[in-house]
Structure formats: C-alpha cells, structure tokens
C-alpha cells in the first residue's frame, strides 16, 4: 500500500494549492459578501487546466486521474467552497455525463466546447416534485419530427446561468414502460434554444458566489441526435454520474473542513487569556485534536473512494460513507471553529463564521445524508456479512 501521491497527483495538487491560496482565498470574503460569480477566476482555472482535469485530452481536457482531481478540488475548496462548487458540477456532473456517454458527434459538438472550462456545462435532474425522488420527473420530451419536444421545469441547477455557460442535460420523461413508471431520457439542450429560458439566481446561505437557477422549458426544440446515452437510460446514467459527484463533494468538505481547522489553530496559538494561549487549555486541544482526526479519516475515506474508482471497481458505496462522513465531519469542524473563536466567530466579518454559513450544504447536495445512509445499508443488506467486510478491508 502506497499513500504517497504520483509525481501527476502531486502536481496538480501543488498548482491547485498555490492558485487557491494566491487568487482565490484573498478574494472569497467579497464573493460572498457580493454575490457574484467569479468569471476571472474561473478563466484562469480553465487556463491552468483545473476546469477539465479528468477529461478527455482529444477534447482539450486536462487527461488527469480521479485521484488527482479529488487533491486539487480540496485545495480550491479550501480556500473558497464558491469556487469549489463552480469546479464540481462542471466537471462531475456537466462535462462527466458528456464524456461517458455522448457519441463521437456529440462529444464534438459539446464537450469540446466545455472539456477546457472555458465554457460550462450544467446537470439538470432536480425538480419541483423530484428531489430525493429523482424518479419523479414531471418534464416531459415528445418525439415529434425528428425532434425533442421538451416542456417542464427544473430548480437549483448548479452552472445553468452564467455568461459562459454552453448548455444543460436535462432529465425527462419520455414514455411509459411495460410496468408503469416513467421511462426517463437523457437530452442534450445549448443554451441559445428556442423555448429554454432561466430564472434568476437564489439567495443562499452559501455558495454565494456560484450559480443555479430555475430552468423552464416550453415546446423547446432539440435535435433528435440530442438524446444522451440510451432511450430509458437517463436516470441510471444519472445516477452513475452522482456516485463520482458524491466523492467530489466529499473532497470539497474536506476542503472546507481543513480551512475552519486552519482558523482554528491559528487562533488557538493566538489568543490570550488567563495569561496564556487559549492552544494550551486541554479543552482547546482536545477540539483541535478531534478536528484533526476527522480530517484525516474524511479524506482517506475520499482517497480510497477516488481510488476505488480509477481502477475501474465498485465505488458506489465508498462513495456514499465519504459524502455523509466528510460533510458532517466539516459541518461538527464549522462548529469548533466557531467555538474556539468565540464571539468574535460570531461576527459576520470573520472567516469562520462564513465556513459556518456554508458548510450545511454539503450535507443536503448530490444527494442528502439520509438517502446515502439509505445507498449503504441497503448495499450491506445486499450481501453476507463477510463478503461485505472482505470487500471494506480488501477492494
Ligand atoms: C445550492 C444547490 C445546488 C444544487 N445543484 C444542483 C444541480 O446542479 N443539479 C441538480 O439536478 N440538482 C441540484 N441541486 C438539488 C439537490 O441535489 C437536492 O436539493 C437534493 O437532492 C435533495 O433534494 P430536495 O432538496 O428536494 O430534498 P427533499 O427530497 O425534499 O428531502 C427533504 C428531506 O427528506 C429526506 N428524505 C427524502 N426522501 C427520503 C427517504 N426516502 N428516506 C429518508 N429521508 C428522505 C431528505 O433526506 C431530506 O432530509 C442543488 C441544490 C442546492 C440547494
């Protein structure tokens, strides 16, 4: 077993540190404060091939690993999750979906535009009526003529709206099966189609500096050759998609996670009272320590699951203890910031206090921590108790 990054991994996790922690962290307070979506950043990241890492050279992807991926959107996370967001559903849920299953063509038209980042691509599942239920999609897509006929809403789309975003794959309904449900396809819609609009941006909590909006589609009109992977296929491609998204988001909260301890020790060593250093109170070092711990099992637990992956195994799974444990990990690391911060944590100026803002996302995005206990106890049901110990200790 080799814990040590390859000299590629370490690579991009040295660049991805140095621009986080130069362009990105002394700018994250303003983002938020305004609003805004960080353009200059996000073309500079798109310049240092951080905005297409995992993809595809042939499309002008960065062709780096999973593994190396998951190192470098820490970084970026850690020092704005704004950023970090921006950079995941880019890259796991806009452009991965694209480079898995779209057709020679298809990659060519779209993910050629995207692989760089210097245009976005965005993921459109969730709906009014289907959230956690991503099977209850009420959009609908009728073949009419050698097109898709696409009528429905969506909300929350990460990406959808901003000045370079190229287009969105949206989930619809597009027929009945034998047994009732829904028949659930993958499309393929640009931005500039009749029929597509966007709503405005949300006020959030967090992720303040990134994008989502509503999406509303009224008789929107896509080529046939739109259609993304399989007829009927859509929600499993989906669903695959998530599982890379969930390791990805995972890495983000570790991101978040090692910045409140960041704070928090630099206070610890700071702060004075009685006399001395809050650090050197054992109450103050057992948060530091237990903070630490978390940390590090939380970004194993992303490392093993980003590993499971690139050698092409089950990673479903690993995917789903990493996204609930680093997000809770990240959410109890917001709390002891705070704490160790005391009443100046609570002022809305300091840093800690907006890692507490933010941090409560992670929990509910890609899936929410309920539906991930769901995906892995039903996964240990599934099978023996030894084989799902031997598949823990030995994948
Ligand atoms: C900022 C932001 C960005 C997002 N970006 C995107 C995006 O780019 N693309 C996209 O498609 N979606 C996106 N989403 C949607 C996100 O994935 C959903 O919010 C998430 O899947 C949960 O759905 P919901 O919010 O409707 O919660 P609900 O499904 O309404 O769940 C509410 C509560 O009920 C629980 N619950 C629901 N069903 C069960 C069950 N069977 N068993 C136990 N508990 C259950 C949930 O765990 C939760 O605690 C985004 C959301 C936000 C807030």
């Known amino acids: 077993m080799n814990f040590d990054p390859t000299d590629e991994q370490r690579r991009w996790l040295?660049?991805?540190?140095?621009?986080?922690?130069?362009?990105?962290?002394?700018?994250?307070?303003?983002?938020?404060?305004?609003?805004?979506?960080?353009?200059?950043?996000?073309a500079e990241m798109a310049r240092l091939g951080l905005m297409g890492l995992t993809l595809p050279q042939e499309y002008g992807g960065s062709g780096g690993d999973f593994v190396a991926y998951n190192l470098a959107l820490e970084e970026i996370s850690r020092a704005d999750t704004s950023v970090g967001i921006t950079m995941e559903a880019h890259i796991s849920l806009g452009c991965a979906p694209l480079a898995a299953y779209g057709t020679p063509e298809q990659k060519d038209s779209f993910l050629r535009r995207c692989a760089t980042g210097a245009r976005l691509w965005a993921f459109g599942l969730t709906e009014e009526e289907a959230g956690t239920?991503?099977?209850?999609?009420?959009?609908?897509?009728?073949?009419?003529?050698?097109e898709w006929v696409i009528n429905g809403s969506k909300k929350w789309i990460t990406n959808s709206g901003t000045d370079v975003t190229a287009g969105v794959t949206v989930i619809a309904r597009t027929g009945t099966r034998e047994d009732g449900r829904p028949e659930l396809t993958a499309l393929i819609?640009?931005?500039?189609?009749?029929?597509?609009?966007?709503?405005?941006?949300?006020?959030?909590?967090?992720w303040r500096a990134s994008d989502q909006r509503p999406?509303?589609?009224?008789?929107?009109?896509?080529?046939?050759?739109?259609?993304?992977?399989e007829r009927g296929a859509g929600l499993r491609q989906f669903l695959r998609t998530l599982d890379g998204g969930r390791v990805a988001v995972a890495a983000l909260s570790v991101g978040l996670a090692q910045a409140c301890f960041d704070e928090a020790l630099a206070r610890a060593r700071e702060r004075h009272q009685f006399g001395k250093a809050i650090g050197e109170f054992q109450a103050i070092q057992f948060k530091l320590a237990d903070m630490a711990m978390e940390i590090e099992l939380a970004r194993n637990l992303v490392l093993k699951a980003a590993w499971l992956k690139d050698q092409g195994r089950p990673f479903s799974r690993e995917a789903s203890m990493a996204k609930v444990f680093a997000s809770e990990a990240a959410k109890r690391a917001a709390d002891q910031a705070v704490q160790i911060h005391g009443g100046e944590g609570f002022m809305e100026g300091s840093a800690v206090a907006r890692y507490w803002r933010q941090v409560k996302i992670n929990e509910i995005g890609e899936g929410t921590s309920e539906i991930n206990r769901q995906i892995i106890a039903h996964s240990l049901l599934a099978e023996s108790a030894e084989a799902a110990k031997a598949k823990m200790v030995a994948q």
């Open 133 to 146: 239920d991503a099977g209850g999609t009420q959009t609908t897509a009728e073949l009419e003529g050698g």
């Open 14 to 42: 040295d660049l991805a540190r140095d621009f986080a922690q130069s362009d990105i962290r002394p700018r994250a307070a303003q983002l938020d404060r305004e609003q805004r979506f960080p353009y200059e950043i996000i």
């Open 215 to 229: 999406l509303y589609f009224e008789d929107c009109r896509v080529p046939e050759e739109n259609l993304l992977g």
């Open 189 to 206: 819609v640009p931005q500039e189609m009749p029929g597509y609009t966007r709503g405005p941006g949300y006020e959030k909590l967090g």
